[in-house]
């Protein structure tokens, strides 16, 4: 079994086939009544859904940075403007 620093660097697909590696020993160990190795398997498995996790977050996050609409980009700048103007009203 790896171990967990080496999660970080597997590519995806590789990362994906052991996720499928470990569920494949989950299934045969279960049906074969070990306890401790099922747990530890998950445990494992728990940490490369993690990392693949992760990944997918940080994936999505840089697609959607800088596709934010101008006008609902709010600044510090904005935000001490529009507080100086309601100052101004009251």
């Known amino acids: 079994m790896a171990l967990l620093d080496d999660y970080?660097?597997?590519?995806e697909?590789?990362?994906d086939v052991k996720i499928q590696e470990v569920m494949n020993k989950i299934d045969i160990a279960y049906k074969l009544g070990y306890?401790?190795?099922v747990d530890q398997l998950l445990f494992h498995l728990d940490n490369m859904k993690m990392e693949m996790g992760d990944r997918l977050q940080k994936e999505a996050f840089e697609i959607t940075?800088?596709?934010l609409p101008e006008q609902y980009n709010i600044t510090?700048?904005?935000l001490s403007k529009e507080s100086s103007e309601d100052a101004e009203k009251e």
């Not at 970080?8 to 590519?11: A, D, H, K, M, P």
Request: charged share 45%.
């Open 8 to 11: 970080t660097n597997l590519s």
């Open 13 to 15: 697909d590789e990362l």
């Open 35 to 37: 306890g401790d190795q």
């Open 65 to 67: 940075a800088g596709r």
């Open 76 to 78: 510090d700048d904005d």
